[in-house]
Antibody
């Protein structure tokens, strides 16, 4: 069964760091493009970052320079390293597998990140 | 990168049809046939309903259809059912460095 399971969320103080993980099963992370998408409480979806099968990475302007997307092929896991966290980064973070035409066909259940003092 | 523009809410009665619009620019919706639509129920992860403007993934009801004209894409749901009540989001590839942009979301209420 194709599945994504996120972990690593929690309560963190402003300026702190957190690393999110997304364990994949049923397919190979490195053979697909993978993204992180977040959703602030009561708000819409916001695209955060993508890593393509070739290794290229891209980021939303709101996180550029603070967040880093990566993957561990041996663990079939996607990561999001988040530094210099701000209150506005508070959201549920979803990892998603890319599909045809820049769509996202498989989503994890999400992990909540709360940035607050 | 500005989000794509969607109406905040739409509503319809069971059995009726509704259409949700998604307006962008020539740098995203208008420039590429890479528009997707997602359904999200409260507390759940989004679910892909339409990709590449009008294609349905396996398992998605044919009551859901997509189209595009110029810079505006549309999602039509026919034969509305109570279970269709959810939030709907469009997304598009964009030529900007961010690659993908989402719409602000539309809350569908089935009366």
């Amino acid at each position: 069964e194709v599945q994504l399971v996120e972990s690593g969320g929690g309560l963190i103080q402003p300026g702190g760091s957190l690393r999110l993980s997304c364990a994949a099963s049923g397919f190979t992370v490195s053979s697909n493009y993978m993204s992180w998408v977040r959703q602030a409480p009561g708000k819409g979806l916001e695209w955060v970052s993508v890593i393509y099968s070739g290794g290229s990475t891209y980021y939303a302007d709101s996180v550029k320079g603070r967040f880093t997307i990566s993957r561990d092929n041996s663990k079939n896991t996607l990561y999001l390293q988040m530094n210099s966290l701000r209150a506005e980064d508070t959201a549920v973070y979803y990892c998603a597998r890319g599909g045809n035409g820049y769509s996202y066909e498989v989503w994890g259940q999400g992990t909540m990140v709360t940035v607050s003092s | 990168q500005s989000a794509l523009t969607q109406p905040a809410s739409v509503s319809g009665s069971p059995g009726q049809s509704i259409t949700i619009s998604c307006t962008g620019t020539s740098s995203d919706v208008g420039g590429y046939n890479y528009v997707s639509w997602y359904q999200q129920h409260p507390g759940k992860a989004p679910k892909l309903m339409i990709y590449e403007v009008s294609n349905r993934p396996s398992g998605v009801s044919n009551r859901f259809s997509g189209s595009k004209s110029g810079n505006t894409a549309s999602l039509t749901i026919s034969g509305l059912q109570a279970e269709d009540e959810a939030d709907y989001y469009c997304s598009s590839y964009t030529s900007s460095s961010t690659h993908v942009v989402f719409g602000g979301g539309t809350k569908l209420t089935v009366l």
